[in-house]
C-alpha cells in the first residue's frame, strides 16, 4: 500500500532562516506530487505540483521553491523565511481524476 | 480561481442535516470533497466528474450541477464525527491533467 511521509512534523525557525522540509511516497511510481499550505483564513492553498522528476510548476510566487530530486521525493526549500511563511504544510500524491492521498503535515512557526 | 464556499461555519445539534456549497466562476471538470479534522491531514471523501452526477456513501452525498459549475455536499443526520472543515477542490478542463484549487473550507461543528 501506498503510503506519504513528511518531516519534520514540527518546526519553529527565526525569521530570515533557512528551510527544508521533505516529503517521500513508497507504494507508488511516478506520482503527482503536491505542496499546499494552510493558513488562517486562507485553506488549503497551493504551493507547487509536480508531474516527474525535475519537473516544478509553481503556483503562487513567493520566497519558497521546491525540487523533486528522485521519482518519489519531493522537497519544500527556502533560503530566508518570512513571518507570513508561518503554516501547516501538507504534502500530496495522487491523480486528480481520483483521490489525493495527503502527508501528516509539518507545522511551522516563523518567529 | 479558487472556488468559493458556503456557509464559512456552520453549528448543528446532532441528527440534524446540512448543506455546504461550492461554485465557481470557471467551468469546471471535477469537483472533490475532503474533510479534514482539527490537527490532522485532509481526507478524501468523493469525486464528482462531468456530467451532473450525485454521489454518496453512508449519509454524506453530493451534487454537481456543471452547468452552474457548482457542488454540494449534503450531510443528513449528522453525527459527532462529522465535526471538522470540508473543503471542495475543483478542477478545470485545462488542468485536469494537474492540480487541484480547494476552497476556504466550511468549518461543521457538531453539537451533542
Known amino acids: 500500500s501506498q503510503t506519504i511521509h513528511q518531516w519534520p512534523a514540527t518546526l519553529v525557525q527565526p525569521v530570515g532562516s533557512p528551510l527544508s522540509l521533505e516529503c517521500t511516497v513508497e507504494g507508488t511510481s511516478n506520482p503527482n506530487l503536491y505542496w499546499y499550505r494552510q493558513a488562517a483564513g486562507r485553506g488549503l492553498q497551493l504551493l507547487f505540483y509536480s508531474v516527474g522528476i525535475g519537473q516544478i510548476s509553481s503556483e503562487v510566487p513567493q520566497n519558497l521553491s521546491a525540487s523533486r530530486p528522485q521519482d518519489r521525493q519531493f522537497i519544500l526549500s527556502s533560503k530566508k523565511l518570512l513571518l507570513s511563511d508561518s503554516g501547516f504544510y501538507l504534502c500530496a500524491w495522487g491523480d486528480i481524476s481520483y483521490e489525493q492521498y495527503f502527508g501528516p503535515g509539518t507545522r511551522l512557526t516563523v518567529t | 480561481q479558487q472556488p468559493v464556499q458556503s456557509p464559512q461555519a456552520v453549528i448543528l445539534r446532532e441528527g440534524e442535516d446540512a448543506v455546504i456549497n461550492c461554485s465557481s466562476s470557471?467551468?469546471?471538470?471535477?469537483v472533490h470533497w475532503y474533510r479534514q479534522k482539527h490537527g490532522e491531514a485532509p481526507v478524501f471523501l468523493m469525486i464528482l466528474l462531468k456530467g451532473g452526477e450525485q454521489k454518496g456513501h453512508d449519509k454524506i452525498s453530493a451534487s454537481f450541477n456543471e452547468k452552474k459549475q457548482q457542488s454540494s455536499l449534503y450531510l443528513t443526520a449528522s453525527q459527532l464525527s462529522y465535526s471538522g472543515t470540508y473543503f471542495c477542490?475543483?478542477?478545470?478542463?485545462?488542468?485536469?491533467?494537474?492540480?487541484?484549487?480547494f476552497g476556504k473550507g466550511t468549518r461543521l461543528h457538531i453539537l451533542p
Open positions: 477542490g475543483t478542477v478545470t478542463p485545462m488542468n485536469r491533467d494537474d492540480k487541484i484549487i
Open positions: 470557471k467551468a469546471l471538470y471535477s
